[in-house]
C-alpha cells in the first residue's frame, strides 16, 4: 500500500537504510542546501534536519536523489502506473492482452480524489516566517519553496477534476514582499497556471491559489509528471502513491490537500505583479528578477508533526536529474505513441534539459530512393517543437532509426557521433527565428525570447570524424589553447566576448587562415572561454556549448552562405558559446560555507 505521509516515508526510508539524521541544528541560509549538494553528488541518503535555525519545524530532502530511491517508494505502484500511461496512449493494449493488464483497473479506482470535510481537523495554523527560511545559493534573493505543488482550478470549469498541480517556485521572502503578507509566484512560459490566471484575469476575479508542500512523495512527483492530455495530477497522484488524493476546501473556499504536511493559500490579482528572485537554477546560472505573479496571503496551515520538504537545483546532475530518470520509467513510452514515426526522445540533462534534444525518428518517405535524406524526421521535429514543454527546446539533434537500429539518445557522444558523421551543413540546419524559449534560459534576445534551429541527419556517413587536429591547422590572432573534445569536435579559447561585429570578424580570420586547410574530419569548432575546461568532459562540452549561445545568433560557419533564406556552409560548423554580457551568472558556492559544513563529516 502506498504512504498515508510524508512522515510514514520518512519513517520507511530510515528503517530500510535509505535515510540519514541531522540532529545538530543547521543554518538555512546556505549551509543545509550545502550539506544537500555534498550528499546528493556522493549518491548518498535523504536527509533529516531536525533542527532548523528559526523555525520550529524539520525538513527533509534528497528523498528522490537516486533512481533506486525512488523506484523503492514506488515499489508497489510503478508497474501498473506504468500500464495505466500505456494504455491511456493505446487503449486496444487491454483488448489484446487482459490478464497482463488487469491490475490497471484497481488503480484506476486509487486514482479518484476523495472529498471530506472531516480531514480539517488536522490543521493548525501558522505564519509564512515560521516556515524554514531556505537560501540556497548566495545570490538568492530570498528563501523560497522549492518543492511545491501550486493547485490551482479553471475558472469556467472548476473542481479538482480539472484544477493544475505544477511545481512552480515560490518567494517566500525579500524583494518587496510584505512580510507574512505577499509571496512571489514564479512559473514559467506554457505552464497550466498560466492558462488557469488568464481565464481568470478575462473574467475580472483574483485567482485563488492553494500551495501544497509535503504529503505523500507521490504527490510532488505528480506536480512535475508531463501527463498526457486530460490526465489530471490529482488522479495521477492518486493512482502512483496507491492511495486517494483526500482533499477538502476550507471556509474561504480555498482547496487543501488534506495529506500536505503544509497549505499556503492566496490570491492574485489581475495584473498585479512584484519583483522576484534571482534564483540559482537548474540550468546552472541564476535566474535574475524579473516581475512575477505577487500572492497576497490568506492562510498558513500545517499538520501536527509537520515535515518540510526541499530540494536544491544547480548544475546538472542535480536531485531534479533523478527525477526524470523516473518520470522517463514511468512515461518513456507514452510520447512516441502519440507522435507518429517518433521512436525515442532525450532532454539532455547535462545541457540543462531544455536547451537540448535528442530525438530518433523514422525515414519512411521515399523508400524507392536509393539515397535517403532527412524528410520525415523533419516532420517529427516540427511535431516535438509544437508539443508542451518540449517547444521550449533551443537545439533538436533528431536521426532516423534506419541508418542504426541500436542507436540510443541517453549516450549523448556515440548520438552526436553519429549525426556529425552524417549531416549536410549546406542543407541539414533548419532554423526557428523570433521565438519562444525556455524563461530560465538568458542566451536569447530577452526572457522567454530567442532561436531555436533543428540538426537533421538521414543517410549514408559522410565523413570520417577525426580525432586530432587537422594536418597545418593554424589559429589566428587572438585565438589561443584548443582541444578535441569527442572525434570531430574542437574547442578553441578566444578573448572574451565583446561584440556580434567582433565575432564576425574573427569568424572571417578563422575562414582565411583554414581556406588552405583539409578539414574533412572537422565537424564542429567551438569557441568558448576554456577550452580545456569545456574539453574536460562530454558533459561539460553539452553545457557550455547549449546552454551559452542563441543558434541564430551564434552559430556561424567556415564557408557559410544564405540561398533562398536558407542558411548553410561548406565546412565545420562554427557556435560562439563564450560567456556574454546578457548571460545570468552561474552558481558559485560560497567557500566559507563549504569549510564550516565540513563539522559534519561529510
Avoid at 472531516?118 to 516566517?129: E, G, H, V, Y
Avoid at 575546461?533 to 549561445?549: G, H, L, P, Q
Wanted: aromatic letters at 10%; charged letters at 20%; hydrophobic letters at 40%.
Amino acid at each position: 500500500m502506498g504512504y498515508k505521509s510524508l512522515a510514514e516515508c520518512v519513517a520507511d526510508l530510515e528503517k530500510h537504510g535509505h535515510l540519514l539524521r541531522i540532529k545538530e541544528e543547521v543554518d538555512p541560509y546556505l549551509e543545509m542546501a550545502a550539506i544537500h549538494l555534498r550528499v546528493y553528488e556522493q549518491k548518498g541518503p535523504a536527509l533529516f534536519f531536525e533542527k532548523i535555525k528559526g523555525s520550529p519545524f524539520p525538513a527533509v530532502s534528497n528523498l528522490f536523489g537516486t533512481l533506486e530511491r525512488s523506484k523503492f517508494m514506488f515499489r508497489d505502484s510503478l508497474q501498473r502506473v506504468g500500464q495505466l500511461v500505456d494504455l491511456r496512449s493505446d487503449p486496444i493494449k487491454a483488448l489484446k492482452n487482459p490478464f497482463k493488464f488487469a491490475g490497471a483497473g484497481l488503480t484506476a479506482f486509487s486514482a479518484l480524489p476523495m472529498q471530506q470535510q472531516l480531514f480539517k481537523s488536522a490543521f493548525q495554523k501558522t505564519t509564512i516566517s515560521q516556515l524554514p527560511q531556505i537560501v540556497n545559493w548566495p545570490m538568492d534573493g530570498g528563501p523560497f519553496i522549492t518543492m511545491p505543488q501550486v493547485y490551482t482550478e479553471d475558472a469556467d470549469q472548476p473542481g479538482v477534476m480539472n484544477a493544475n498541480l505544477g511545481m512552480y517556485r515560490i518567494q517566500l521572502a525579500g524583494n518587496e514582499y510584505i512580510k507574512d503578507q505577499e509571496v512571489g509566484l514564479h512559473y514559467q512560459i506554457h505552464r497550466g497556471i498560466g492558462v488557469h490566471q488568464s481565464k481568470a484575469n478575462a473574467k475580472g476575479i483574483p485567482l485563488k491559489v492553494s500551495i501544497f508542500v509535503g504529503g505523500p512523495p507521490s504527490h510532488p512527483l505528480a506536480a512535475v509528471m508531463p501527463l498526457p492530455e486530460g490526465l489530471s495530477e490529482m488522479t495521477f497522484a492518486g493512482a502512483l502513491g496507491n492511495r486517494r488524493f483526500r482533499y477538502f476546501y476550507d471556509d474561504e473556499g480555498f482547496c487543501i490537500s488534506a495529506d500536505a504536511d503544509f497549505v499556503i493559500t492566496g490570491t492574485v490579482q489581475p495584473g498585479e505583479n512584484k519583483p522576484e528572485g534571482p534564483f540559482g537554477d537548474h540550468l546552472g546560472y541564476y535566474s535574475l528578477s524579473h516581475p512575477f505573479p505577487l500572492l497576497k496571503v490568506h492562510n498558513v496551515y500545517h499538520r501536527k508533526d509537520a515535515i518540510w520538504s526541499f530540494t536544491v537545483v544547480g548544475r546538472p546532475p542535480q536531485e531534479d536529474t533523478s527525477f526524470g530518470a523516473l518520470i522517463h520509467e514511468i512515461t518513456g513510452s507514452a510520447l512516441p505513441q502519440e507522435i507518429h514515426g517518433l521512436k525515442e526522445v532525450n532532454a539532455v540533462d547535462a545541457a540543462g534539459v531544455h536547451p537540448l534534444l535528442f530525438a530518433i525518428g523514422s525515414e519512411r518517405y521515399t523508400p524507392f530512393l536509393k539515397e535517403r535524406r532527412p524528410q520525415e524526421i523533419l516532420t517529427i521535429a516540427n511535431h516535438i517543437l509544437g508539443k508542451n514543454q518540449l517547444s521550449l527546446a533551443k537545439y533538436v539533434f533528431i536521426a532516423a532509426r534506419e541508418d542504426n537500429e541500436n542507436l540510443d539518445t541517453h549516450d549523448i557522444e556515440v548520438f552526436l557521433h553519429h549525426i556529425l558523421s552524417r549531416i549536410d551543413f549546406s542543407r541539414d540546419l533548419h532554423f526557428y527565428t523570433q521565438t519562444t524559449i525556455d524563461t530560465l534560459d538568458y542566451s536569447g534576445e530577452g526572457l522567454n525570447s530567442g532561436s531555436k534551429v533543428v540538426f537533421a541527419a538521414a543517410g549514408e556517413q559522410k565523413r570520417v570524424l577525426s580525432v586530432t587536429e587537422p594536418a597545418g591547422f593554424r589559429f589566428p590572432d587572438n585565438f589561443n589553447d584548443h582541444h578535441m573534445v569527442m572525434p570531430g569536435v574542437m574547442a578553441i579559447s578566444i578573448s572574451p566576448y565583446k561584440n556580434a561585429a567582433e565575432t564576425e570578424l574573427l569568424v572571417s580570420e578563422l575562414n582565411l587562415q583554414l581556406k588552405d586547410i583539409s578539414l574533412e574530419g572537422l565537424a564542429l569548432i567551438i569557441l568558448c572561454d576554456d577550452a580545456a575546461f569545456t574539453a574536460e568532459t562530454i558533459n561539460n562540452f553539452v553545457w557550455v556549448t547549449f546552454t551559452r549561445s542563441n543558434p541564430a545568433a551564434d552559430i556561424y560557419g567556415i564557408g557559410a552562405f544564405t540561398k533562398d533564406k536558407h542558411w548553410g556552409c561548406a565546412g565545420p560548423l562554427v557556435i560562439d558559446a563564450r560567456k556574454k554580457p546578457h548571460h545570468a551568472p552561474e552558481l558559485i558556492k560560497d567557500a566559507e560555507v563549504e569549510r564550516r559544513i565540513d563539522r559534519f563529516g561529510i
